[in-house]
């Protein structure tokens, strides 16, 4: 099976933690390129000197702020007149606050929109062409389970996510003819600081302590745990290698088990 990505140059956003570090790591190792996208700067190049070189790799950053998809924008076309060439792009960015949809503001469901969706856009409109060029293209949607079976209290996420998994659909049939695939990685519950304050929010609201909501939350999963970022990361390593070529415009759940329909 060929997972090898040496001479492929991965991007990928929200790469200074949890899951889109595991990414990171994850493409490098498999031989790729590899360009975290991200607005904190120091982190960023902080971390992009702790990736794997063993292809002899020239790893890059791109800071960008997503809540404002104009600025991300220039930073990639910037980022293009330099290094043009692009093979991968992992689309994933921190989830709306929790809350019902009963209670949130038009605001929100705005900014949430343009973190999630516009911003996918700006960045797919910019690297399509090159991998057009390639013959060779894997753009990869970190969503959330929340697109098979809405989550409680995610109102905002859940109805962003849903629109982001259409938007990838839609992509996915138009990209195919190039060679270029478009799937979803629905992560479930995951160990990251995001699956922390969902827990810190649910203990304060209910008055339940921490840890009781943690073991329920454990309990009602067939694997009876959390997953680690780097078993999601392994996913889309597999996703972005040629070995996935005819694998297209689906949504891939990584949860040990826990969303219950099929």
């Not at 070189?53 to 007149?81: T, Y």
């Amino acid at each position: 099976m060929q997972l090898d990505l040496t001479g492929k140059t991965a991007w990928v956003c929200g790469s200074t933690q949890g899951m889109g570090l595991a990414i990171a790591r994850q493409l490098a190792e498999q031989g790729a390129e590899v360009v975290l996208l991200a607005r904190n700067a120091a982190k960023l190049n902080e971390l992009v000197a702790t990736l794997s070189v063993q292809a002899a790799q020239n790893h890059r950053v791109i800071v960008a702020d997503f809540s404002a998809p104009d600025g991300l924008k220039s930073a990639v076309e910037q980022h293009l007149k330099i290094y043009p060439e692009v093979n991968i792009l992992v689309n994933n960015t921190g989830g709306p606050p929790p809350g019902l949809a009963k209670d949130a503001e038009p605001e929100g469901f705005q900014a949430a929109f343009n973190q999630h969706l516009i911003c996918n856009q700006v960045l797919a409109q910019a690297v399509i062409p090159a991998m057009q060029r390639a013959a060779y293209g894997r753009i990869i949607n970190v969503i959330s389970t929340s697109v098979k079976q809405p989550l409680p209290n995610l109102g905002v996420s859940n109805t962003i996510r849903g629109a982001v998994a259409s938007w990838a659909k839609t992509l996915a049939n138009e990209l195919g003819q190039y060679n270029i695939t478009v799937n979803n990685v629905l992560p479930g519950a995951t160990e990251t600081n995001r699956l922390s304050t969902i827990f810190d929010n649910k203990a304060k609201k209910t008055g339940t302590p921490v840890e009781a909501v943690i073991e329920h939350e454990k309990s009602i999963i067939p694997m009876r745990r959390f997953g680690t970022p780097e078993e999601f990361a392994n996913v889309v390593g597999f996703l972005a290698s040629p070995a996935a070529a005819y694998v297209n415009g689906t949504n891939i759940p990584v949860d040990g088990g826990r969303t219950a329909c099929l």
